[in-house]
């Protein structure tokens, strides 16, 4: 994983806007409708490469391929393993519970992401690796048009879901305990992780598990038992990345990309240490949005490891303001007082686009916060090495 050496770079959490054309593709996947599968995969290939081009012309330096093959970060796995089937019925988090009103108003206007959330039905295996190798071959064309017109980025990173994320969207119903679940999930995944790190992209590791789930999974329970349960899926995830250098993942913790109260979310004092456990050495993380923005000082107050590179949300992911480049700087100048300039890197506090044919923020926008953070890097980079 590069990390600063003359400049901050900048990056993201992984997925952006898909356009009408690839939402209708991955729907009509998810649906079992009668697709043209070389027009569908042609669809998905072309899409990438616009995202690349589009994140390079907004000097992002370390870019994804979008994520636009996926219907969701934690959901697309029922393709590529055996074990689940049907759909879950969908339980709210506790902060939204508190607010049924505004639950329903998000409901009514779109804001329950209509897609299924298999349960696990039998044991889980790899069901199929071809998804994965056509999105690496996307990926690897998209890269290989950016660097022929000239916008070359300094890395390239690819998404996958953690056992942990995978067990808190797939309820269970085949294996006699959380922990056995964790541990089949953990072993099927191991190749997909494995194969993107073989393939040359920094493995990016969706972990919302150990801070959503405090108000989602495991909600209700007390905060020790939360504890315990975190790091077993921590302690999971170490066991199925055991093949693949720290120096090449990095790991994304967040509280749930949707816009809400959020007052039941764990604090980061809780979270972080249990995080800084795991084995990747990039950890991106929201510090932008209103619950969670004054958490830096967590990371003041904590001894955080040599090894550990922090990729800070600098932008807020379910807001419509672009914000300006000198709060950016401001903000990626707290954490590069904290652990040194060369181990930050400038991120999002979650993805643009967590669900296919659902964002809040304006595709357009999405776009000009992603300048506005690399502008943002460039102020804080004169400051930083001057």
């Not at 393709?79 to 329903?104: H, I, K, N, V």
């Not at 779109?110 to 190798?133: D, E």
């Not at 191991?190 to 992209?201: K, M, S």
Request: proline letters at 7%; aromatic letters at 8%; charged letters at 25%.
């Amino acid at each position: 994983m590069k990390t600063s050496t003359d400049r901050i770079l900048t990056t993201h959490v992984g997925s952006l806007p898909r356009s009408a054309a690839v939402t209708e593709v991955v729907f009509g996947r998810e649906q079992g409708r009668a697709l043209d599968a070389r027009q569908a995969a042609q669809v998905i290939e072309a899409a990438v490469v616009d995202v690349v081009l589009a994140q390079r012309r907004a000097r992002v330096d370390v870019v994804s391929d979008g994520e636009m093959s996926k219907i969701s970060y934690a959901t697309y796995i029922k393709d590529r393993l055996t074990g689940f089937d049907g759909d879950s019925a969908r339980d709210p988090p506790a902060d939204l519970q508190d607010f049924p009103d505004y639950m329903r108003k998000l409901a009514s206007a779109g804001g329950t992401p209509s897609y299924r959330r298999p349960r696990c039905v039998g044991p889980i295996a790899v069901r199929s690796m071809q998804p994965l190798h056509d999105d690496i071959a996307a990926f690897q064309s998209a890269l290989a048009r950016a660097a022929a017109e000239g916008e070359a980025p300094s890395e390239a990173f690819m998404n996958a879901a953690s056992p942990g994320v995978i067990a808190l969207f797939q309820p269970n119903d085949h294996y006699p305990t959380h922990a056995a679940y964790l541990e089949a999930l953990a072993e099927a995944m191991r190749p997909e992780y494995e194969a993107i790190v073989a393939a040359g992209f920094v493995l990016q590791i969706d972990s919302p598990d150990l801070g959503l789930g405090g108000h989602t999974l495991f909600k209700g329970r007390p905060l020790e038992e939360y504890r315990r349960l975190a790091e077993q899926h921590v302690e999971v995830l170490n066991h199925a990345l055991r093949n693949c250098p720290p120096e090449r993942l990095r790991m994304h913790v967040c509280w749930g990309n949707y816009e809400g109260p959020h007052h039941h979310d764990v604090p980061m004092e809780v979270v972080l240490p249990i995080a800084l456990r795991a084995r990747p050495q990039g950890l991106l993380f929201e510090a932008s949005n209103p619950r969670h923005a004054h958490e830096w000082t967590v990371f003041r107050d904590t001894p955080i490891p040599d090894d550990k590179v922090l990729i800070p949300g600098v932008l807020d992911s379910v807001s419509n303001f672009i914000e300006h480049p000198r709060l950016v700087a401001e903000r990626i100048e707290r954490f590069a007082n904290i652990v040194g300039r060369e181990r930050v890197i400038a991120g999002t506090d979650c993805g643009f686009s967590t669900f296919a044919g659902f964002g809040v923020v304006d595709p357009g926008i999405v776009y000009a916060k992603l300048a506005a953070m690399a502008e943002g890097a460039r102020l804080a980079s004169e400051r930083l090495w001057r």
